[in-house]
């Protein structure tokens, strides 16, 4: 048997990768902000290039001003980690997830791509994505609905796809145990929201305003132990505030206006004293104001209790 020395092995992998990136310079119509992509330097070198054992881990073009269809030949770094924003356009290609190859796990853990420019549909071949941990497609024109297995992906963390044209519903199997932000607002979202929130017992924040979401808020939300920030305003939810929201989390932005509730607000959203701002105008709400409120003074230095005057019922 014949042992291939290591160091071959990393000029080869250098010498494809190499390759790889100068095809995609190419493809990008060879843009004066990558002029230092050139065979006569080692590519670790680049500005844009992060290489960790001299493979190509991560890569960085942000502010570049590159305005050219993102190239599927990104794919064929196998070992990349992180794939960092630029103005990009056309649609995602839908190879992305043949980033690692060969039978390995898949390695992506960082996908930025907001203000990309990017069209189309997110693709399926997300769900394969196993290993990401962050995925930022905020400020696109993608449309679609959102690949059903995006929220079962197990090491996510953080999902953006604020200001999109994204339809349909809210994938209801949701098994992304480690999500911490969930931010899918400003689309065209229908439907209700998922009971399967509630299994989210990481989660700080559910942004899911500016849509057309209908039917009750499911109480299980409010029983998120970690949720700090919860935004559902001008969409069509309708039914009763589940009372226990600011009873088992540090609650602090409470966001509901613009929508056809009814009833009274939860008594005890500032419950835990971190409450900053709670919205919830434009609705059918009655009954009095929170007294829980009087302790929000966090940032101030207020004292003593909530005047009466305010706690008077507040539907005229």
Known sequence: MTLTPPLTIISENLDDEL??????????????????WNSSSSLCDWPEITCIDNIVTEISLSYKTITKKISARICDLKNLIVLDKNFFVGSIPADID???QFGALKKLKYLWMTEANLIGEIPESFNNLSSLELLDLLVNKLEGTIPGGMLTLKNLNYLHLFINRLSGHIPSSIEALNLKEIDISDNHLTGSIPTGFEKLQNLTGLNLF??????????????????????????????????TFGLHSE?????????KLSRELPQHLCAKGALL?????????????????GNCTNGNSFSRTLPSKLARNFAQ
């Not at 609650?251 to 929508?259: D, G, I, M, R, T």
């Open 98 to 100: 043949r980033l690692s």
């Open 210 to 243: 500016w849509n057309q979401l209908s039917g009750e808020i499911p109480a299980n939300i409010s029983l998120i132990p970690t949720l700090e920030t919860f935004k559902v305003f001008s969409n069509q939810l309708s039914g009763v505030l589940p009372p």
């Open 19 to 36: 390759s790889i990136l100068l095809d995609v310079k190419q493809q990008l119509g060879n843009p004066p902000s990558l002029q230092s």
């Open 251 to 259: 609650l602090k932005l409470f966001e509901v206006s613009e929508n």
């Open 277 to 293: 701002g709670v919205v919830a105008s434009n609705n059918n709400l009655s009954g009095e104001v929170p007294m829980s409120l």
